[in-house]
């Protein structure tokens, strides 16, 4: 990376949620993260840790209580959610999320490459613009490039998925944001999508930001890891460091990072080794 402006820079931020009653949670405290452009950052904790509660801040489905929010430099704090899905993609880990069941694959590349212009659907599927979406879909080998006027409702919770992710970088977002996107998959689909991910992001060498449950697929995936715990980043690992790394040593980590605290079963979730699936 370079010394130029970051890509995303979170300074400050603190989110607390139903504050001053009962049930008062600080989901974020005083967190500051700084990715430059191309980074791919891993991001592990505890349930209740703060990390979908990070992405939709950056994704401005929640404004911070305090704190900054900058991309390319520019403040996002206050854009809001409207606004910022023009230059964030994100992957749910519902495969049913972010898709609209209803309409066909091409129709949901074409919302998905025009998002954030004022134009229609109508001219979104041109002869022209279905030998790209074949392109696209070629790419990641599940056939979907054939499948063209297919109705998502139809498609595999695999296939769903990798739909998500491709139509999430259609777009070239400045920021990827991935969600446990492949904690409802099985095995052999979970590491499918990951190896999607993998090339996608390789490939167009997007900044991304992906939450996981996964510690095994965290240390494989990216070039940094942070840890979080109770709203605040316990631990970071890049380099040599995270690639020397495992399972164990991240554990351990943790555990001496939070004063003892055990890591929940989520945590110590690890993939499952599978064959090569077939298809989606």
């Given at each position: ?9 979170l ?5 607390t949620?139903?504050p001053?009653s ?10 500051s ?17 703060g ?5 939709s801040?950056?994704?401005?489905v ?6 900054t ?9 206050k ?19 972010g898709t609209?069941?209803?309409l ?13 212009s ?15 979406y ?18 998502v409702a ?26 446990e ?10 590491e ?7 090339s ?5 060498q ?16 990216g ?18 460091t ?6 164990d ?13 055990a890591p929940?079963?989520t ?14």
């Amino acid at each position: 990376m370079n010394d130029s402006t970051p890509k995303l820079q979170l300074d400050g931020i603190t989110k607390t949620f139903f504050p001053y009653s009962t049930n008062e949670r600080v989901a974020l405290d005083n967190l500051s993260l700084s990715l430059d452009d191309g980074d791919f950052v891993t991001v592990v904790g505890s349930n209740g840790a703060g990390k979908s509660t990070l992405l939709s801040v950056v994704a401005g489905v929640y404004r911070p209580d305090r704190g900054t929010l900058y991309l390319d430099g520019r403040d996002i704090t206050k854009l809001g959610e409207a606004a910022t899905a023009r230059l964030v993609g994100r992957v749910f880990q519902d495969p049913m999320a972010g898709t609209a069941p209803e309409l066909t694959i091409e129709e949901n590349l074409a919302i998905a490459l025009h998002r954030g212009s004022r134009r229609g659907l109508g001219r979104g599927v041109t002869n022209a613009k279905r030998r790209h979406y074949r392109d696209v879909l070629a790419v990641i080998g599940l056939g979907l490039e054939d499948r063209l006027s297919t109705k998502v409702a139809f498609l595999s919770g695999g296939q769903r998925q990798a739909l998500c992710l491709v139509m999430a970088v259609a777009s070239r977002p400045a920021i990827l944001l991935l969600d446990e996107h492949t904690a409802a998959l099985d095995p052999a689909r979970a590491e499918l999508i990951t190896q999607i991910t993998a090339s996608e992001v390789a490939s167009h060498q997007l900044t991304t930001l992906m939450v996981t449950h996964n510690l095994e697929q965290a240390l494989r995936l990216g070039n940094r890891l942070v840890l979080m715990h109770e709203g605040k980043i316990e631990l970071e690992l890049s380099g040599e460091t995270k690639r020397q790394a495992g399972v164990d040593d991240l554990l351990t980590q943790f555990t001496l990072t939070t004063g003892g605290a055990a890591p929940d079963r989520t945590l110590l979730r690890k993939t499952e080794p599978s064959a090569k699936p077939a298809n989606g």
